[in-house]
C-alpha cells in the first residue's frame, strides 16, 4: 500500500478539552457572532471586512498585524465590523508548494500535522482572547472544522471546494456565516446550488458519526472573479455582475441574500493594489441601486503587514509567502476611507 500511516492525531474533543478557551473568550465569540448575524440577516447597516493574509504563515506577525487590526477596529465600529482572515490552510492548483500553517507551522521544516493542529488553535485562541477580534478561515478539509468550531466567526468555502458535497453539507451544520464562492469558471448556478445546499437540513456521515443539520440560513455569496477557458482572469464585481446575481437570489428563494466581494484573485487579475479600486467601485454601485446595497454585505481583502510577497526562507517580517498582499499603511488607509464613503 502506497499510503504511510504517520501519526495517529487527536480527536477535536481531545485537542478542545487540553487546550480549552476561557468563558470571557466564549462570550467574546457570542457576541461577535450575534453582531455578524444581524448584519447578514440586514438588521444592521455595518459592512463586515474579511481582511487579512492570505494565509498565515508564523504567529509573531500575525499577532502584530492583528494588534494593529483590533486598535483599527475601535476607531471604526459604528461603520465596519472587522472579521480577521486567519487562513490555516492553502490550496493549491497543482497541490505542491506551502499549504499552510496546518501542514507546516515551520514553513522551513518539513509537514508536522500534530504540531499544525495545535498551532492553529493557540493561534486563533490568541487572536480572540489577546485582541478580542473575531477570525475567519478557510474550510479546505470540513473534518477538521471541529478542531477551530468554538473559535470560528466566519468560514469560507473557496472556488475548488465549493461544488463538494461534503463541504456543503458540513455547511448546513454551522452556526456562523458562511460564504460559498463561485468556481474558478465562474459558473454563478454552482454557487448558488452550494448556497440552497447549505440551507437546507441534511443527515450523512461526518467523521465517525451519523449527523443531522437543520441548515444554515446564513450561508451566503462569494463573488471572486474567474478564470476563462484561455487562462484569463475576469471580473464579476461590477455593478452589472452585482445586479444579475441580485436576480438570481429572487428567483431562488434562499434566506438572507448577501454577497461578500472578494477584491483580490481574479477580481483583481492578482494585482492586489487593485483592492482599493475594486471596493470603491462595489461602493459606488451599492449608492446608485438600493438593491444592490441591501445585497453587498462586505469585502474579503488580502492584508498584510507588508505589501507583495516573498519566497520561503527570505525573512521579511510580515510579508506573505503566498499570494501578494496590501500592506499594511494602505490597508489601514482602506479601511478608514470605506468607512468615510459609508
Same mark, same amino acid.
Given at each position: 500500500?502506497?499510503?504511510?500511516? @504517520?501519526? *495517529? ?13 476561557? !468563558? ?18 440586514? *438588521? ?14 508564523? =504567529? ?5 498585524? /492583528?494588534?494593529?487590526? !483590533?486598535?483599527?477596529? =475601535? ?40 504540531? $499544525? ?18 477570525? #475567519? ?25 465549493? =461544488? ?6 458540513? #455547511? ?24 440552497? #445546499? /447549505?440551507?437546507?437540513? &441534511? @443527515? ?25 477557458? &484561455? ?8 455593478? *452589472?455582475?452585482? #445586479? &444579475? ?5 429572487? $428567483? ?12 483580490? &484573485? !481574479? ?5 492586489? !493594489? ?52 496590501? $500592506? ?11 468607512? *468615510?464613503?459609508?
Amino acid at each position: 500500500m502506497s499510503m504511510n500511516f @504517520v501519526h *495517529e492525531l487527536p480527536t477535536p474533543e481531545e485537542v478542545k478539552q487540553k487546550y480549552p478557551i476561557s !468563558a470571557a473568550a466564549a462570550a467574546t465569540k457570542a457576541a461577535h457572532d450575534a453582531e455578524l448575524a444581524k448584519i447578514f440577516k440586514g *438588521e444592521s447597516d455595518k459592512k463586515v471586512l474579511l481582511i487579512g493574509p492570505c494565509s498565515v504563515d508564523s =504567529e509573531p506577525p500575525v499577532l502584530e498585524y /492583528a494588534a494593529r487590526l !483590533a486598535r483599527l477596529q =475601535e476607531r471604526v465600529k459604528d461603520k465596519l465590523k472587522l472579521v480577521m482572515r486567519v487562513y490555516t490552510n492553502k490550496p493549491r492548483t497543482t497541490g505542491d508548494g506551502y499549504k499552510g500553517m496546518l501542514h507546516q507551522p515551520d514553513p522551513t521544516k518539513k509537514p508536522d500535522l500534530y504540531s $499544525g493542529l495545535l498551532a492553529i488553535r493557540e493561534l486563533h485562541t490568541r487572536i480572540l482572547t489577546d485582541m478580542g477580534l473575531c477570525t #475567519a478561515d478557510e474550510m479546505l478539509y470540513p473534518t477538521n472544522y471541529q478542531y477551530l468550531s468554538d473559535l470560528l466567526s466566519y468560514v469560507a468555502v473557496g472556488a475548488r471546494s465549493v =461544488e463538494n458535497q461534503e463541504h456543503r453539507l458540513v #455547511a448546513s451544520g454551522m452556526d456562523v456565516p458562511v460564504g460559498m464562492k463561485n468556481p474558478t469558471g465562474g459558473d454563478l448556478s454552482v454557487m448558488m446550488n452550494s448556497i440552497t #445546499a /447549505a440551507q437546507h437540513a &441534511h @443527515v450523512f456521515q461526518y467523521r465517525n458519526w451519523e449527523v443531522a443539520t437543520e441548515g444554515n440560513p446564513l450561508a451566503h455569496a462569494i463573488l471572486r472573479g474567474y478564470v476563462n477557458r &484561455h487562462g484569463q482572469s475576469l471580473p464579476n464585481y461590477h455593478y *452589472e455582475d452585482l #445586479a &444579475h446575481l441580485a436576480a438570481l437570489y429572487e $428567483g431562488a428563494g434562499l434566506k438572507n441574500p448577501a454577497v461578500v466581494v472578494d477584491c483580490n &484573485h !481574479a477580481n483583481s487579475g492578482k494585482k492586489y !493594489a487593485e483592492q482599493p479600486r475594486i471596493c470603491k467601485e462595489v461602493l459606488h454601485a451599492c449608492r446608485h441601486n438600493e438593491g444592490i446595497s441591501h445585497l453587498v454585505k462586505g469585502f474579503m481583502i488580502e492584508s498584510y503587514l507588508e505589501d507583495g510577497c516573498q519566497k520561503i526562507g527570505e525573512g521579511v517580517f510580515g510579508k506573505s509567502i503566498t499570494d501578494p498582499c496590501l $500592506g499594511w499603511e494602505r490597508s489601514e488607509r482602506l479601511v478608514l476611507e470605506i468607512a *468615510e464613503l459609508l
